[in-house]
């Protein structure tokens, strides 16, 4: 028994190896999409999401505006951005949160929660 429980503690570290900070440029969704994601929700403006290339679905991430200093807390729900040297697509909600949305784009610090 203590070795099954060991065996899956390594295997959970294993997944969870890897950097919990990373820093780049975000943009978010504008008022033309209304799709799906690529988990399969319905995208809505009003709640927290963002796209990550990467990221499992489900992974909350706290993501902060250094130059107003402002964080919000989202949940990854979809895949992307697909804009070179960008790192999230972020919700409108989340966007406004971070006080972004007159310029389009803003460089963020996440943190993996």
Do not use: W
Not at 30 to 37: F, I
Not at 56 to 67: A, E, I, W
Not at 84 to 94: F, N, Q, T
Request: overall charge positive.
């Amino acid at each position: 028994m203590a070795a099954l429980t060991l065996a899956c503690t390594i295997a959970s570290a294993g997944a969870q190896a890897g950097p919990k900070n990373f820093s780049g440029v975000a943009s978010y969704y504008g008022n033309h999409y209304h799709g799906r994601t690529a988990r399969g929700d319905r995208y809505d403006p009003g709640k927290l999401t963002a796209a990550h290339k990467t990221l499992p679905f489900g992974t909350r991430l706290r993501v902060t505006n250094p130059s107003n200093h402002r964080s919000v807390t989202v949940v990854v729900n979809d895949r992307g951005p697909f804009v070179k040297g960008r790192v999230l697509d972020l919700s409108m909600a989340a966007a406004k949160a971070l006080n972004m949305t007159a310029r389009g784009v803003a460089r963020v610090q996440a943190t993996i929660e």
